[in-house]
């Protein structure tokens, strides 16, 4: 069965600190991977999102993910963390012919300390 | 454009009731998905709409149900309502539910059961 692991619950960095969120993914067949970020009362917007092509993908406020199929791995970093980035983030997955649905890891916490 | 709505935000009801949550989708968009999301089960997909058909749905009890309108709004009703059906109800549209478009997400509904 097709799953997604996020090591960590719970992350905190320092202002300015590089972020490193991680998720691994189990499957038998190619995955699209996406991270998305919710904040408190309220729904989940995507960061970025990995389909096919460059493995190394760029997403908003300065986040990137990159595929490692050996690995399977799919984690995200930001270089320098900022205090808006407190929030929770969702790594997921899905496959082909998996219309409409998003298999979610449990999410991680990030806390940005001043 | 505007984003994806959810009504109501908030709802109380009691063990044994049902109740209706409403979902309109962004512009153009005609695949709409549901999700529950809880502290202890996380982010689960409860089932997929497009073009008034139900496509594809997770494991959940027969209480849980929707629909979809030829406008592609899309609603989830919840009978015989149990505590543990406490949660937020995430709804999200994309163009066609494929696995390579992007679910955007409305703000949720909370709903807590007495």
């Known amino acids: 069965a097709q799953s997604v692991t996020q090591l960590g619950s719970h992350v905190s960095v320092s202002e300015g600190a590089l972020v490193l969120l991680r998720c691994n993914y189990s499957?038998?067949?190619?995955?699209?991977l996406f991270w998305y970020v919710q904040y408190p009362n309220q729904g989940l917007q995507l960061l970025l999102k990995?389909?096919?092509?460059?493995?190394l993908v760029k997403g908003i406020n300065g986040f990137e993910a990159e595929f490692k199929k050996s690995e399977t791995s799919f984690h995200l970093t930001k270089p320098s963390a900022h205090m808006s980035d407190a929030a929770e983030y969702f790594c997921a997955v899905t496959f082909s012919g998996n219309t409409g649905k998003l298999i979610f890891g449990q999410g991680t916490t990030l806390q940005v300390k001043p | 454009k505007a984003g994806v709505t959810q009504t109501p935000r908030y709802l109380i009801k009691t063990r044994g009731q049902q109740v209706t949550l409403s979902c309109s989708p962004i512009s153009g968009h005609r695949s709409v998905s549901w999700y529950q999301q809880t502290p202890g089960q996380g982010l689960q997909f409860l089932f997929e709409?497009?073009?008034?058909?139900?496509?594809n749905k997770g494991n959940f009890p027969g209480r849980f149900s929707g629909r979809q309108f030829s406008n592609s709004r899309s609603e989830m009703n919840v009978s015989t309502l149990e505590l543990g059906d406490s949660a937020l109800y995430l709804c999200?549209?994309?163009?066609?539910?494929?696995?390579?478009?992007?679910?955007?997400f409305g703000p949720g509904t909370r709903l807590t059961v007495l």
């Open positions: 709409y497009f073009s008034e058909t139900q496509r």
């Open positions: 999200a549209s994309s163009l066609d539910g494929l696995q390579t478009d992007t679910q955007y």
């Open positions: 990995y389909t096919t092509g460059a493995t």
């Open positions: 499957s038998s067949v190619p995955p699209y």
